[in-house]
């Protein structure tokens, strides 16, 4: 079964800390995303990635910063974690311009 | 720019009584809509593609149909398990991302 798997379900961390989430998908998909979503808000994209070493600010990127070494790994950095980044993250993959995404199953930060 | 609105925000069915979701969308050459199911907690599941108007999908009670401005999902004769939010999306143009609604919370009560 194909899979995009996130590190971590539950997460909690102090306000200042570099923060890392991890996605892994053994897809061979070309794109990654990072999405948040809050309530009433909906999902809002963070950055997303078309290639390896490649990435794209997406509509919310400040405060956050990404990183793609490999085709399968797209990680998310908080570079400063703030409580206004407490959330539900969102990682999700697709193949380049085809087909709907595969969504991991989120990981639930909270910032104190 | 790309944009989709979902109604109603919320909806609250018998179990057994049949309803539709709507989704309305403003894009600039429909490559894909998307449908998404999300329970709480956890990430979205893809239930269907649309790409033309006129295309419908179907799966177990879950019916996807699609116009030139929106896409409704029927729900036939509903049951609890059915309760989540579902979430709708477009893709257009030239873009590889999707453009998601705020989604329709679905309560399926005995």
């Known amino acids: 079964d194909v899979k995009v798997t996130q590190s971590s379900r539950y997460l909690v961390k102090r306000t200042g800390e570099k923060v890392f989430l991890e996605c892994v998908q053994d897809m061979d998909h070309e794109n990654m995303f990072w999405y948040r979503q809050d309530p009433g808000l909906g999902l809002r994209l963070i950055y997303f990635?078309?290639?390896?070493?490649?990435?794209e600010k997406g509509d919310i990127p400040e405060g956050y910063s990404v990183s793609r070494e490999k085709k399968e790994r797209f990680s998310l950095i908080l570079e400063s974690a703030s409580t206004n980044q407490t959330s539900m993250y969102l990682c999700?993959?697709?193949?380049?311009?085809?087909?709907?995404?595969?969504f991991g199953s989120g990981t639930r930060l909270t910032v104190v | 720019e790309d944009q989709v609105t979902q109604s109603p925000e919320a909806l609250r069915l018998q179990e057994g009584e049949s309803s539709s979701l709507n989704c309305s969308y403003t894009v600039s050459g429909l490559r894909g809509l998307f449908w998404y199911r999300q329970d709480p907690g956890k990430g979205p599941e893809f239930l269907f593609t649309l790409y033309s108007a006129g295309e419908e999908k179907e799966k177990e009670r879950l019916k996807a149909t699609l116009t030139k401005k929106e896409s409704f999902l029927h729900i036939t004769a509903p049951k609890p398990e059915d309760s989540a939010t579902y979430l709708c999306a477009v893709r257009g143009g030239t873009a590889s991302k999707l453009t998601f609604g705020t989604g329709t919370r679905l309560q399926v009560t005995l």
């Open positions: 999700a993959s697709s193949l380049s311009g085809k087909g709907g995404y595969t």
């Open positions: 990635s078309y290639d390896v070493k490649m990435k």
